[in-house]
């Protein structure tokens, strides 16, 4: 098990197991996923809202989807409101006969239903502390942490995840939000309150646990509106509407100018800079060749994540700090 970073280590929710298999275990579970991504995609299972473990698929192409639409959204001087959910141990509580009873549903061949029914069941664990070895515990729920099969299982899972009028979906892994659109905020609400009323129906049936306190909401809109928002309801909690989000790795302000990601980004940059000096700096004994493969690996990613999206914005590059822009030229 490790420790989750920046967690209370008294805690035991805050370790993340991890599942190790012999070798021979591991090219088995290489056959069998790619026999169940083949019956997958011939069955049409999987959603073309889900842009995680799918080939020619990543992070940007699902932010590109969201940035596009509320940019969209801006252009005919609509609201855009979305709702981005954080599911809870979203492989280690996933519901086994839930699972199963989905892959007999998507008429996924019995060979393969009867060795992932083997897969799953009767796993047992136990946890070691210095010299100290706990009792023999079974799982109940969940695949196994480091596993191959455990995306694809869980996009499975959730490929019936509830579909609602005037609703996008957008999924990455579990990193899952909602958006709606509209030319009120009142309407935007209204259809955002519909969808999350599907979606605990559905968490409630599936046994999948959302955190509400990371559960973010952003109204999108151009403009100073001072309009109060009406306050969204999920799990008898009520959700308080944010000015930014982080999703996928990206801030997205509700102004869509990214003054907030720029200003994290970049310092979040010059602290890796400053770590880095004793290997880049002048009295560093690499080479300049290997220094520049430091920059190229490790520095430069840091400023250029989804720089598709954000480099667009036009008051992004009237407040780009002169040192970010020295850096990048």
């Known amino acids: ?20 298999l012999s070798n021979t275990g591991k090219i088995f579970e290489k056959i ?11 069955l049409s299972i999987i959603p073309n809202e889900q842009y995680g473990f799918r080939a020619g698929h990543g992070c940007i192409h699902q932010l590109l989807r969201v940035a596009n639409t509320v940019s969209q959204g801006f252009n005919h001087k609509f609201y855009t409101g979305g709702v981005f959910l954080d599911v809870r141990k979203a492989f280690d509580r996933m519901w086994h006969n839930g699972l199963i009873y989905k892959l007999i549903k998507f008429k996924i061949p019995n060979y393969l239903i009867v060795i992932l029914i083997n897969y799953l069941r009767n796993r047992t664990f136990r946890v070691k502390l210095n010299h100290t070895l706990s009792d023999i515990g079974s799982i109940k729920a969940g695949t196994p942490q480091g596993s191959i099969l455990s995306p694809q299982l869980y996009t499975i899972y959730t490929s019936d995840f509830p579909m609602t009028n005037q609703i996008m979906n957008c999924f990455f892994a579990d990193d899952t939000a909602i958006l709606a659109q509209g030319s009120t905020i009142n309407y935007v609400v209204h259809t955002l309150q519909k969808g999350l009323n599907n979606i605990e129906k559905w968490c409630t049936l599936w046994r999948v646990a959302i955190n509400t306190d990371k559960t973010h909401v952003v109204m999108f809109r151009k403009g100073t509106s ?8 999920f799990f008898d909690e009520d959700l308080t509407w944010d000015k930014e989000v982080k999703y996928l790795g990206l801030i997205l302000d509700d102004k869509l100018i990214f003054r907030s990601h720029l200003k994290y980004n970049t310092e979040k940059f010059w602290a890796k800079v400053h770590l880095l000096i004793p290997l880049i ?13 430091l920059f190229k690996q490790v520095l430069r990613p840091i400023l250029t994540y989804a720089a598709q999206i954000w480099g667009l914005a036009a008051t992004v590059k009237k407040h780009k700090s002169s040192k970010t822009k020295s850096l990048e030229s």
């Open 1 to 20: 098990m490790f420790p989750k970073p920046r967690q209370n280590r008294k805690l035991p929710g805050n370790y993340r197991p991890i599942s190790l």
């Open 32 to 42: 069998i996923l790619s026999r169940l991504k083949e019956e997958c995609h011939d």
């Open 226 to 233: 001072r309009k109060e928002l009406k306050t969204l309801s």
């Open 281 to 293: 700096g002048r009295r560093s004994p690499l080479t300049l060749e290997n220094k520049l493969l």
